[in-house]
């Protein structure tokens, strides 16, 4: 069978089990398997023993559960409230203030992680409660966490620019660099959205109810001071990784023990809040993991059956004016997040486009900073992305996948905004590093 | 094709390395007439290089370029093949040793134990630390906490230094912040595509291990099916290769180097006679434990002893 | 008669799912203060742990595979709710019995490699390639168990929405699930 027919069956196989309602990972790996044995045999089943090592004893993921679990403990001991509560003391006049509050978090969570399960997954136990218990519309929410949580792989330090500049033999100093004016960009436009869908609808994003009494000066102070607290913590962690104390999968555990100083400060600290968050996380890295571990099995299959081949000779010779070369990367790339994790789209499709893309006069760290861009928005698009899946694990039970599909739209929508003011401005990317490296 | 083969090797698509092994691919093809179809698998695509001993042994790939250190826990011997820290870089010495000493011998049974067939090993170049500090003596060490898996990792203890355990794509934002102090990389190519200079620049002189010698490996069952001029062709191929990796990483190494010393990459003074005894006895530690662990590897220690 | 050996077996896979479960979830602060401990020794003494990064990884990997039944059992793996959500309850049976099947069939093989793995780990003495270099086939025993435990949760949803299907009643009360939701 050759590698496009073999494509099209497995695509068909997801949609299938997506519409059934299927676990995805166990699915994926069912389906891989299936398959496989009808292509293969049941030499196939020999992948899961190396995919299994390669997801379990894989350093970088590790930054999953520690990063779970300390979101867990800050929503459980009040310490991420209290960071919101005091956001809100400053900016709470404003509509949509608290979803404003949560990208700045996210940002800075995303300084923190390099991995985009750890930061949406982060996000979302830290920040999700509070919009929806403020009576957010659930789509702003969810679009939110998961715009915000994705800029982890954007703001350095990030995993897959690491890849990239590895792979392709350029300096992850400049990429790092180079990816702050497109983050920083994202950011304003993420914030400038809020802003505008709030006041143009603003029951999605309700303002706090005046207090009855207002707080006195004393009440608001410790409200300044618990959030201030709350906000060392995050300040900590990043420090922690800055100094060298840390790296960056590391600084999850430091954050945990943070948190737990932190509640026993504010005297909310209980063995049971320990031992519950640990149980939510437990279950959430779970989840986590068996779907990274089937949809691997999954992509291992199609690697291993030549998918990465297919890709290359359709990229050889295609005789189109260099930008168009360009856009058509990008559209390949969106179009294997599909069905492709953001790890392997970078080890994929570095080597093969980046070589072309500089042969066409290009600058590589640009078309890094492109790939980083594209992968942020492969992962959240439905109806397969990783980031969808992070989210809907870490969604209380009332949200749906339709909810999720439909909060990210607008942001979707945003990130592609971003995608081709960097694509049609180069500058952007090139100018920072330039300053600071040269 | 009669035989269709998979190939997984542990370098990224589009390296300078996995070309090479892309030419072995090719050569196997044209010299076998198109009877022997070989597809390459770079690393990650389908089998990550912590996979490839086992993906071979059970014939998920066909052949398989391992690095030996990751799979220290499954086949001891490699470690000892690749070279234990403080070996030879003379790559003369180290062809006698293979194949007039009996090296080849063990290590055919080391790896036939698990089912494994073993072809005609290559040379790669030396493994170095890189360090935010300079060292001027072996003493400089001391104290300080370095990225070094396995032997490596042993051997630097008996220097002094603290050997640390990391994710590869961990190693350049943790030498930038401190972290680390230094690391090793599996060759001067492997330091210049992390961009470990834009961060740690000074290179120490000797090398942690001379040359490096790794393996190509067949699946078993697959061998078994090749008529016996398909085997010798395979082999005829593996031999050519060899040469290639010889020429062509010698050429890369020196490139690596040349453009690492361009982004301001500064190498240790010449290091004095107590320091090269220092390092040698590091090594040498490390010969006893090593046999000990494994017969297989006892048995070319006992070959390297008599050498000597 | 039929109905209640089936909401026995169900219950009694349920019981034994949420032990383990809920066991494992006590690795999580040790997975933490490992890393953690590690950090502070190789910052702080000067002394890295030979043994901290394995360690964690293992941690990981029991936490990662040993709960996934758990996550079954709550229904917690992430799916696709689209069509799933607008069909009426017995059709919803159907898919389900389908898709757990899939997952069955998925994890029937995760077993037989785990158990082969396992086989080999003692043959050869399989161990980690760290300088500590611990063994590797506790690894695989664990990874057995989680996918026979995983296999036991799934024919009991299988059962239990077989029952569905056919009488349309529940024999498992699923409400109290959601209560009991850790707060
Ligand atoms: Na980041
Ligand atoms: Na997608």
New binding site residues.
């Given amino acids: 069978m050759g590698i496009e027919l073999l494509t099209g069956i497995l695509l068909a196989c997801i949609l299938i089990t997506f519409a059934l309602g299927a676990p995805v990972g166990l699915a994926l790996g069912g389906i891989a398997m299936g398959v496989g044995y009808m292509t293969w045999g049941d030499g196939l089943f020999n992948v899961i023993p190396t995919t299994l090592e390669d997801t379990h004893f894989s350093f970088i993921l590790l930054a999953i559960p520690l990063y779970i679990y300390m979101g867990q403990l800050l929503t459980r001991s009040g310490i991420g409230d209290a960071m919101f509560n005091a956001s809100q003391l400053i900016i709470g006049k404003v509509r949509g203030s608290l979803a404003i509050s949560v990208i700045v978090v996210c940002s800075m969570i995303g300084a923190m992680v390099g991995i985009i399960g750890a930061g949406i997954m982060t996000s979302g136990s830290i920040a999700l409660r509070p919009m929806l218990e403020r009576g957010y519309d659930k789509r702003l929410a969810l679009g939110v966490i998961m715009a915000g949580g994705g800029l982890g792989i954007l703001i350095p330090p990030s995993i897959p620019m690491i890849m990239f500049a590895s792979a392709t033999q350029n300096s992850v100093g400049r990429m790092f660099i180079g990816a702050l004016v497109p983050a920083a960009i994202s950011i304003v436009c993420l914030i400038a959205y809020v802003v505008i869908t709030c006041k143009l609808n603003p029951k999605k994003a309700p303002l706090d109810p005046p207090p009855e009494v207002e707080p006195t000066v004393k009440e608001k102070l410790l409200t300044a001071r618990d959030g201030g607290l709350a906000l060392l913590l995050i300040v900590a962690v990043l420090g922690s990784i800055i100094m060298g104390i840390a790296t960056p999968t590391e600084s999850g555990a430091i954050g945990v023990v943070g948190a737990i100083l932190l509640a026993i400060f504010f005297k909310r600290f209980k063995v049971r809040m320990v031992k519950n968050a640990g149980m939510q996380a437990a279950m959430l890295v779970s989840v986590a993991m068996w779907i990274i571990f089937g949809a691997t099995v999954f992509s291992n299959f199609h690697l291993l059956m030549g998918v990465q081949n297919m890709v290359a000779s359709f990229t050889q010779d295609l005789g189109l004016p260099p930008m168009m070369v360009i856009i058509m990367f990008q559209i390949i790339m ?1 179009l294997l ?3 492709i994790d953001e790890f392997i789209i970078v080890l994929m499709c570095a080597p093969i486009f980046t070589p072309i893309a500089v042969s066409l006069g290009f600058d590589p760290i640009w078309f890094g900073v492109l790939m980083i861009l594209n992968i942020e ?12 899946f992070y989210l809907k694990g870490i969604a209380p039970p009332g949200i749906t996948m339709l909810d999720i599909y439909r909060s990210v739209t607008p942001f979707v929508l945003i990130k592609l905004m971003v995608l081709i003011i960097v694509m049609f401005n180069p500058d952007l990317v090139t100018w920072l590093p330039n300053l600071v490296m040269n | 094709a009669d035989h269709n083969w998979r190939f997984a090797n542990l370098y990224g698509r589009g390296t300078a390395f996995g070309e090479v092994y892309e030419d072995l691919a090719k050569n196997i093809e044209t010299m076998s007439d198109g009877r022997i179809k070989v597809q390459v698998l770079y690393s990650g695509e389908g089998v990550g290089t912590s996979g490839i001993l086992g993906a071979v042994k059970t014939g998920l790939v066909t052949m398989g370029a391992p690095f030996q250190s990751m799979h220290a826990g499954e086949l001891p011997a490699g470690v000892v093949e690749i070279g234990l820290p403080g070996g030879t870089d003379d790559a003369g010495d180290l062809l006698t040793l293979f194949h007039e000493r009996g090296w080849d011998e063990v290590l055919t049974k080391a790896y036939g134990s698990q089912g494994l067939v073993w072809l005609d090993p290559y040379i790669q170049p030396p493994v170095y630390i890189i360090t935010k500090k300079p060292i001027n003596s072996v003493e400089d060490f001391k104290g300080l906490k370095i990225r070094a898996p396995g032997a490596y990792g042993k051997f630097l203890r008996n220097l002094g230094a603290s050997p640390v355990s990391l994710a590869w794509s961990e190693i350049y934002t943790s030498l930038s912040t401190g972290v680390i102090d230094g690391s090793i990389g599996s060759n001067m190519i492997d330091h210049r595509d992390g961009n470990h200079v834009e961060v740690a620049k000074y290179m120490y002189r000797l090398p942690l291990a001379g040359a490096q010698v790794l393996p190509i490996i067949v699946n078993n069952k697959a061998w078994n099916k090749l008529t016996p001029d398909l085997k010798a062709i395979v082999k005829a191929a593996t031999t050519v290769h060899a040469q290639e990796q010889l020429v062509k990483s010698r050429k890369w190494e020196s490139e690596a180097v040349a453009e690492m010393e361009a982004k301001g990459l500064q190498w240790s003074p010449e290091p004095s006679a107590a320091d090269k005894e220092a390092w040698a006895a590091a090594g040498a530690g490390l010969w006893d434990e090593y046999a000990a662990a494994d017969p297989y590897s006892k048995e070319l220690i006992e070959i390297l002893r008599a050498e000597k | 008669m039929l109905q209640s050996a089936i909401r026995r077996y169900c219950l009694a896979v349920h019981a034994l799912v949420a032990l383990i479960g809920k066991s494992v979830s006590l690795v999580m602060p040790a997975l933490a203060f490992v890393v953690a401990f590690e950090v502070f020794s190789r910052y702080f003494l000067n002394k890295p742990t030979i043994w901290a990064y394995d360690l964690s990884l293992f941690m990981f990997g029991y936490i990662a595979a040993l709960g996934g039944a758990y996550a079954q059992q709550r229904r917690a793996h992430i799916n696709v709710d689209i069509l799933y959500n607008k069909v009426p309850p017995r059709v919803r049976s159907v898919f389900n019995i389908l898709s757990f099947i899939l997952a069955i069939f998925f994890m029937a093989i995760v077993l037989q490699m785990s158990i082969g793995k396992f086989e080999e780990a003692i043959e050869f003495n399989y161990r980690r390639q760290s300088e500590w270099a611990p063994h590797m086939h506790h690894y695989w025993i664990m990874m057995a168990v989680a996918s026979v435990l995983l296999i036991l949760q799934l024919s009991s949803d299988v059962l239990e929405e077989a029952v569905h299907l056919v009488t349309g009643k529940h024999i498992i009360d699923r409400s109290e699930y959601e209560e009991e939701t850790v707060e």
Avoid: M, N
Wanted: without cysteine.
């Fill in positions: 969106l997040g599909f069905i928005i492969a992962v959240q698009t439905p109806p397969y992305g990783f980031a969808l």
